[in-house]
């Protein structure tokens, strides 16, 4: 696509239930971010996806935390038993990670609008 | 540890004013990234500039500069004649090479109001 495609836009939940988020990220971007924004915060970041595996997942909160990412495309971010700390925007980026490149940090990160999560 | 720090939380100014944002950044590395992400009402960050830690030229875009002084860390975005549209969120990060650093750490970010 020609952006980044988060959903849902809003999702309101009741604490202890699980929610899915979903990123479709810019077609040939073969990496994918997961960024979280609570209230007033900056952004934190969640995890990495460099195709389908994930090198750097440092930055889940708990293990109710996972993320997925299939076919180097799409992936799905998961939250079991969401908690009222969930709440937040969640935002995700890809980019094109050029082969050879050694320091994939330098990668301009395109950003989806985000998911609204609260959970009440 | 990386760290970035926007210690202005929230600006307003008039509308033609010029206004400077600042940030400052922690690394124990010599090769890193600096970048200025806006993020307006819509929620959507948009890119600004990217810096590397080699370059310290600073950067005339339009309306909008960048001063990247490694002396002090800083890595300051200023926005000359300011107009509304400019009113938004903005984010200046830090992205460094090694093991599994592939991700960029962000300040706080500073909310910046042009008022008319």
């Known amino acids: 696509g020609a952006g980044v495609s988060q959903s849902p836009s809003n999702k309101v939940t009741e604490k202890g239930k699980d929610v899915e988020l979903r990123c479709d990220p810019i077609?040939?971007?073969?990496?994918l971010y997961w960024y979280r924004q609570s209230l007033g915060q900056g952004l934190e970041f969640l995890i990495y996806?460099?195709?389908?595996?994930?090198?750097?997942k440092s930055g889940l909160p708990s293990d109710r935390f996972s993320a997925e990412r299939t076919g180097g495309s799409v992936s799905t971010l998961t939250i079991q038993r969401t908690q009222q700390e969930d709440s937040a925007v969640y935002l995700c980026?890809?980019?094109?990670?050029?082969?050879?490149?050694?320091?994939?940090?330098?990668?301009?990160?395109?950003f989806g609008a985000g998911s609204r999560l609260t959970v009440l | 540890a990386q760290k970035v720090t926007q210690a202005q939380t929230e600006i307003s100014v008039v509308e033609k004013e010029d206004v400077t944002l600042d940030c400052v950044y922690e690394?124990?590395?010599?090769?890193?990234?600096l970048f200025w992400y806006k993020q307006p009402p819509s929620g959507e960050l948009v890119f600004l500039i990217r810096?590397?830690?080699?370059?310290?030229q600073n950067e005339i875009s339009g309306r909008y500069s960048w001063n990247f002084q490694k002396s002090t860390s800083s890595f300051n975005f200023t926005i000359t004649a300011s107009q509304v549209v400019d009113s938004a969120v903005y984010f200046c990060?830090?992205?460094?090479?090694?093991?599994?650093?592939?991700?960029?750490?962000f300040g706080q970010g500073t909310r910046l109001t042009i008022n008319p």
């Open positions: 980026a890809s980019s094109l990670a050029l082969l050879g490149q050694s320091f994939a940090g330098a990668n301009v990160l395109t």
């Open positions: 077609s040939g971007h073969t990496a």
């Open positions: 810096r590397n830690s080699f370059d310290e």
């Open positions: 996806f460099q195709g389908n595996s994930a090198p750097d």
């Open positions: 990060a830090l992205s460094e090479p090694g093991k599994g650093a592939q991700k960029l750490v």
């Open positions: 690394t124990r590395d010599t090769t890193y990234y």
